[in-house]
């Protein structure tokens, strides 16, 4: 089965995540007419829907260079890649919520599980390709990464401190979102090597 379906639908449902973020924002009360007055009362949610929009961003870029390397797919990663659209698909929700309660303890944890959530069936998404006919081509391409290994722990560290002080505890969420920044050149380096091979 080729890939080009599943990244049809997955953009599709990235696209549908980003715009309901956005709709969550709401205008100052008593529409406030000045900036201050906008962000004041808009600024904190704006900071979150932000943060929650790197990581869409980041997933979707991820996303794409995975099915560069392999444009063949089967249930297996069918089913890997609803997973992963499952907990992104929360992030609307527990940013909101951690907004509603201006970055209380339970919401930020619970918005520290989602992306832990998400990087997990991300990962468990690459173990499915990996398994498909030229699937080991994503193990070239990729290699190992600290920035992998890094992430799920700074998570765990932000869900930890979300029971002392939920803004730090937001800390190293803004982090592994710092890191992943970086666009990731190693899936577009591999395939610039294919191309350069000599052909048989």
Not at 53 to 64: Q, R
Not at 102 to 107: F, G, I, L, S
Request: aromatic share 12%.
């Amino acid at each position: 089965m080729q890939s080009s379906r599943l990244e049809a639908f997955s953009d599709g449902v990235l696209a549908i995540i980003i715009t309901i973020m956005v709709l969550e924002l709401h205008l100052p009360e008593h529409h406030g007419k000045t900036f201050s007055e906008f962000f004041d009362q808009t600024g904190p949610n704006l900071l979150s829907y932000l943060l929650s929009f790197v990581y869409v961003g980041i997933y979707w870029s991820n996303h794409h260079h995975l099915f560069q390397v392999v444009e063949a797919v089967d249930g297996v990663v069918l089913w890997a890649n609803l997973h992963l659209l499952f907990w992104l698909s929360l992030l609307p929700l527990t940013t909101n919520w951690m907004d509603e309660t201006h970055v209380a303890t339970d919401p930020t944890a619970a918005y520290g599980i989602n992306l832990l959530g998400a990087a997990i069936a991300y990962f468990l998404l690459t173990l499915a390709i990996r398994r498909v006919p030229g699937g080991r081509h994503l193990q070239e391409a990729l290699g190992s990464s600290l920035k992998e290994k890094i992430s799920p722990v700074l998570y765990v560290v932000g869900i930890g401190l979300a029971f002392v002080t939920p803004w730090l505890g937001q800390v190293p969420f803004v982090v592994v979102a710092l890191m992943w920044l970086v666009p990731d050149r190693r899936v577009e380096r591999w395939l610039q090597q294919r191309e350069e091979m000599p052909k048989p």
